[in-house]
Nanobody, 119 residues
Framework: QVQLVESGGGLVQAGGSLRLSCTASGSIGSFNSMGWYRQAPGKQRELVAVISSGGRTNNADSVKGRFTISRDNAKNTLYLQMNSLKPEDTAVYYC?????????????WGQGTQVTVSS
């Protein structure tokens, strides 16, 4: 069982920055892709950013040029650096990890961390 614990959310003014962290109970060097989703009130969960085991990244169009995803395998931690925040970035942010177990791949989720951007 893999546990993911997020931190770093909070209240920030528009134009500000936050860095989210997601620390895993296991060695993320053995994980497949990891990433971040977000869910705003009344909206579907949206994929924000993904990073592969090899370090390739992909961001949603809505956050390109503002958000950066990274992973530190030595610290078993996934990050999301969020700059130039906008009120529409307000949401609960969830990290996930895709972990191979034999022939199967399982997705594990963090508990979520609230990000609120005031105008």
């Amino acid at each position: 069982q893999v546990q993911l614990v997020e931190s770093g959310g909070g209240l920030v003014q528009a134009g500000g920055s936050l860095r989210l962290s997601c620390t895993a109970s296991g060695s993320i060097g053995s994980f497949n892709s990891m990433g971040w989703y977000r869910q705003a009130p009344g909206k579907q969960r949206e994929l924000v950013a993904v990073i592969s085991s090899g370090g390739r990244t992909n961001n949603a169009d809505s956050v390109k040029g503002r958000f950066t995803i990274s992973r530190d395998n030595a610290k078993n931690t996934l990050y999301l650096q969020m700059n130039s925040l906008k009120p529409e970035d307000t949401a609960v942010y969830y990290c996930y990890a895709d972990v191979a177990r034999g022939l199967y791949e399982y997705r594990y989720w963090g508990q979520g961390t609230q990000v609120t951007v005031s105008s």
